[in-house]
Every structure is written in structure tokens, then in C-alpha cells.
């Protein structure tokens, strides 16, 4: 064994040395061995994974993406099953600790993480299990680039992928998982056909639409508050080989969402997704639009059919094979990664405007900041449908069918004045595009209070209450959502 610190079958390693550690004190915050034990303190369950409190693991934990948030575990569980995902909920619940499962700690804003609690690493989850004509059953820790690496073989792909495949099908489905062909086939969440859940009293159910619905409906987008998914049964369908790639230039946001509109209104491309541009100067203006269409050889799609009717500057045409199209994003991430960027601070802001006010509040925001005040941000918009997204805690706008993912994605300078600075601007760009019919997408950084909350599920809060005191009573998890106040179910 490495120099780790670990908690394995009861047994507490370090270095060479072993120690018996049978429990965690909850008055004093921390593990105790057999000769601190005092009477009535429940043992340690058995493990098949680790428990870790070694400072690096703690640390990582302990960050995220955003690196905005710092909150601290106690230990961090790499389960070797589903078995100890239970057994440590279970033993939470009983020591008033709180646990969280982490995926790749892709969110900005310490969602994942567990101050003096437990944070379940699902990096041992990540299994494959089954691969099938139309589904997959795949661990919660399996990231998409595993899943397509199984799935494309045979031909079959999942009808959503989000823009980046390093991130986990456990972190999408709590936070819903949108990509350029959720116009078509919804979010992640939208193509789920069955889940294992241990939830936050430590039982371990199957959830379908048609078995356990409440809870399976609670779980899909449910930010981690009602359950842990273990296990998830994911649709797939049939992948084409070839995608024909439209690369569409736009002088201004409001003609590139004119056509946005038209072409997810009929749905011509398989793929739609924007992204704003900055002129010399940094003010954002023009846009580009991608746009794609999957087809087999020797079945190419008609190029003068797909453009038309649309009203744009300029645009080129490529056909790249389907596999690298799901990788387009790989060498600007280790662009940013070697350039430093992926270690800065990303306080993120994410939101679905209406169609109706999207011109508008996209107007106020541009008015507002250039690249120099953003970090170079990159601003994507993807155009989705109301109808496509069905999950009930996957909250959207109202009214019009259409609607538009509008994302900031900002690089801040380390300084956390400027951090916060930021993160605050980001709750009041929230609060103006609330005013305008907007829902937050829940993978940003802002400063939100229960009435947030509150507003964000609406008129779905009630659900959301009953929910938690069904499936996790004494509120043990994910608490950095920060949706349910502490003392809930205390
Ligand atoms: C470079 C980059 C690109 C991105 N691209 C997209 C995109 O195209 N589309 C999109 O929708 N989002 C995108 N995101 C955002 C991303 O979807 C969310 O941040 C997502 O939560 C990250 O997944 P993760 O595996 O890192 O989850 P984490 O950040 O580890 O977890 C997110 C939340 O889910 C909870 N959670 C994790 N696993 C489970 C589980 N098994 N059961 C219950 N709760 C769980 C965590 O506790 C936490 O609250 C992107 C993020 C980055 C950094």
C-alpha cells in the first residue's frame, strides 16, 4: 500500500503501520480509534473501497472547477461498490455527517463539495457494464469519452453528449446535461431509462419512469438532493459515421438567433450550438453558428437544402468522421490547460432566456462588459424546445416552446476582490434575467438564498420539499447546493 491515509475494512493505514479505527466521534469532528472509543458509538462499516484522509485527497476534494469555494471533507470514500456507497450513507445519517458524491468536480461553485463531511469519489464507479442495442448501463463515475468509447464500436451513440466528454453521467444527471443536440432529443437527463439510487436514509432502490416514478422524477436533475445515483441504464441510438460540419459567420447576435430559431424550430441539423465573438476592441458582437448534420457514406446531406432560408455573412463546410466531431473540444481544453487557464478561477454564469427576451437581456449584458472584464470569456448559446426537456426539476422558462442556454464561461484573474466581484455580478445578471422569464442552469457560481431557491423550482417547490423529507429527512445530502437551509431536518 502507498503512504496513503485510509480507512479499508475497519482498518486505518498508515504507512507501514496499522491501526484500528473503529468509528468517527461526531462530537469531536473526527476518527477515533478502538482505545478513544467511548460506549455507544457505531463502528465503521466494512468496505470493500477505501475511506481516505490523506491531505492531498482532502484538497482535492476541497476544490473544484470554479476554484471559488473551498470547503473541506473529513474523508473522502472511493467505493469498491455499491454496497459501501449504503454503508456510508447509512453511517452518515447515524453520525450527523453530511456526504456528497463528486464526479469530476466540474461545477464552479462548490457543489460537490462536504465541509467536515464525507465526499464519495465516483472515479471507482466508472464501469461500463453493458452495452446493447439502444441502452448502456454504466456506473455514475463512467465519463462520456468511456461511454462513447463503448458505445461506438457498436454503432450506437447517446443521443446527448454535453460539449466536453470528461465529465461524468452521475454530475449531468444532477444537474441536467444539455448539448447542440438537446433541440432534438432533450438534455442528458431526458434520456435516462432507469436508475440505481441509494438514497439519504441508505437504501438502495431501482427507479424507472414505471417503478419508483417520484423518486426517479426527484433524482433527474435533482442536484444531488434526493439520492445517489449508482448506477445508471442510459439510452442509445443508432450513430452515424459522418458528420458535415456548417461553420456559419454572423455579423450580430440578433440574426444569428433569428436563424437559431429556424433551425431548431424544424430541426434540420442534428447539432446546433453558438458562440458570440469580441471585436478588436473586446466588445462581443458577432457570432458563429455550429451547426451539423450526421449522415452514412454515401448518403451526404443536401448542403443547399440545410442553409436555406437562412440569412447569414459567410460560412464553410467540412465533413469530419462522427468520433473526433465529440472530441472537437479536446485541443482548446489542453490549450487552456498548457496556457494555465484551466487554474484560474471560473466564476460561470448559466442561464435559459426566453426566447422573447434573449435579444434583450444578451443586449444589456454586452453593453455591460468586453472580453478584458470576462477573462476572454467564452460565450455559447445553444437554442433548445420546452418539449424536448421534460424533467420536472430541470427548471426552464415558461410560455414559448423555444428558449436559449446563454453561457458566460468567464477565466478571472486570481484575486479573490475580483473574484467576488464577479460572482456578485453574476447574481445580479441573475436577478435581471429572472425579472425577464429566465431560469438559472445550475452549473455557474452565484450567491443565492433559499427565496432563490425557491423561485428556481417554482411552482415545483412544494415537490422539492416533500421530496427531500421522503428521501433524505435529515438532509445529509449534497449540502453544497446550499438549497436546503441547515437546520432542515435537523
Ligand atoms: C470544460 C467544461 C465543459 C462543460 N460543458 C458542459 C456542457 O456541454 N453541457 C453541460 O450541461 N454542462 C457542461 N459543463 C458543466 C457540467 O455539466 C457540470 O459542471 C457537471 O456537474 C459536471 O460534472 P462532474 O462529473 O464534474 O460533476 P461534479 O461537479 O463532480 O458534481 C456536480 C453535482 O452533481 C452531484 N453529483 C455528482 N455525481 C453524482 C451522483 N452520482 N449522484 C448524485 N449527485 C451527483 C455533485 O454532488 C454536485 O452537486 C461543463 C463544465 C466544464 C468544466
Not at 137 to 163: D, F, H, M, S, Y
Not at 245 to 272: G, M, W
Request: hydrophobic share 40%.
Amino acid at each position: 500500500m502507498s503512504n496513503e491515509t485510509s480507512v479499508a475494512r475497519r482498518r486505518f493505514l498508515q504507512g507501514a503501520t496499522a491501526v484500528a479505527v473503529i468509528g468517527f466521534d461526531p462530537v469531536r469532528r473526527s476518527w477515533i480509534t478502538e482505545a478513544q472509543a467511548r460506549g455507544g458509538l457505531r463502528r465503521l462499516p466494512r468496505l470493500d473501497g477505501q475511506l481516505v484522509t490523506t491531505p492531498a485527497a482532502l484538497a482535492e476534494a476541497a476544490d473544484d472547477y470554479g476554484h471559488i469555494i473551498k470547503r473541506t471533507p473529513v474523508a473522502v470514500l472511493r467505493p469498491g461498490s455499491i454496497n459501501d456507497v449504503v454503508e456510508m450513507v447509512r453511517y452518515a445519517n447515524e453520525n450527523r455527517l453530511r456526504i456528497a458524491m463528486r464526479g469530476q468536480g466540474h461545477s464552479t461553485h462548490g457543489q460537490s463539495q462536504v465541509e467536515a463531511g464525507i465526499v464519495i469519489d465516483s472515479r471507482t464507479m466508472n464501469q461500463i457494464h453493458e452495452v446493447k442495442s439502444g441502452y448502456a448501463v454504466v456506473g455514475p463515475g463512467a465519463r462520456w469519452r468511456e461511454i462513447v468509447a463503448a458505445t461506438l464500436p457498436r454503432g450506437q451513440t447517446p443521443p446527448t453528449l454535453p460539449n466536453y466528454l470528461d465529465l461524468t453521467v452521475g454530475g449531468n444527471i444532477a444537474v441536467g446535461g444539455v448539448g447542440g443536440a438537446s433541440h432534438r432529443h432533450g438534455a442528458v437527463v431526458d434520456n435516462i431509462l432507469e436508475l440505481e439510487v441509494v438514497t439519504g436514509t441508505g437504501q438502495l432502490r431501482r427507479c424507472s419512469p414505471t417503478q419508483n416514478a417520484t423518486l426517479f422524477n426527484s433524482v433527474l436533475a435533482g442536484l444531488g438532493q434526493f439520492g445517489i445515483v449508482v448506477r445508471a441504464r442510459i439510452k442509445l441510438l443508432p450513430a452515424k459515421q459522418l458528420v458535415r460540419l456548417y461553420t456559419i459567420q454572423y455579423p450580430d447576435v440578433a440574426s444569428f438567433l433569428d436563424d437559431a430559431r429556424i433551425v431548431t424550430i424544424d430541426e434540420r441539423f442534428d447539432h446546433v450550438e453558438g458562440q458570440v465573438n469580441a471585436d478588436a476592441s473586446g466588445r462581443f458582437g458577432a457570432a458563429t453558428m455550429f451547426a451539423a448534420k450526421y449522415f452514412d457514406p454515401g448518403a451526404p446531406p443536401n448542403d443547399s437544402a440545410l442553409l436555406d432560408n437562412l440569412d447569414f455573412a459567410s460560412h464553410t463546410v467540412e465533413t469530419i468522421p462522427y468520433g473526433p466531431f465529440l472530441e472537437r473540444i479536446d485541443p482548446i481544453i489542453d490549450f487552456l490547460k498548457a496556457a494555465g487557464a484551466w487554474s484560474l478561477p471560473h466564476p460561470w454564469f448559466d442561464t435559459f432566456l426566453p426566447s422573447g427576451t434573449a435579444e434583450q437581456f444578451m443586449g444589456e449584458l454586452f453593453s455591460s462588459v468586453t472580453t478584458a472584464d470576462t477573462g476572454n470569456a467564452n460565450v455559447l448559446i445553444y437554442p433548445l424546445k420546452r418539449s424536448k426537456m421534460r424533467s420536472q426539476f430541470l427548471r426552464v422558462p415558461s410560455g414559448d416552446d423555444l428558449f436559449f442556454l446563454f453561457d458566460v464561461l468567464t477565466f478571472a484573474p486570481p484575486v479573490p476582490a475580483v473574484v467576488n466581484q464577479w460572482v456578485a455580478r453574476n447574481t445580479t445578471w441573475h436577478k435581471r434575467a429572472e425579472a425577464l422569464g429566465a431560469k438559472r442552469y445550475n452549473i455557474g457560481s452565484a450567491n443565492l438564498t433559499q427565496q432563490d431557491w425557491k423561485n428556481y423550482f417554482s411552482p415545483h417547490w412544494t415537490a422539492a420539499l416533500l421530496a427531500k423529507q421522503v428521501y433524505d429527512p435529515k438532509n445529509i445530502l449534497t449540502p453544497g447546493q446550499g438549497i436546503f437551509p441547515s437546520s432542515f431536518g435537523c
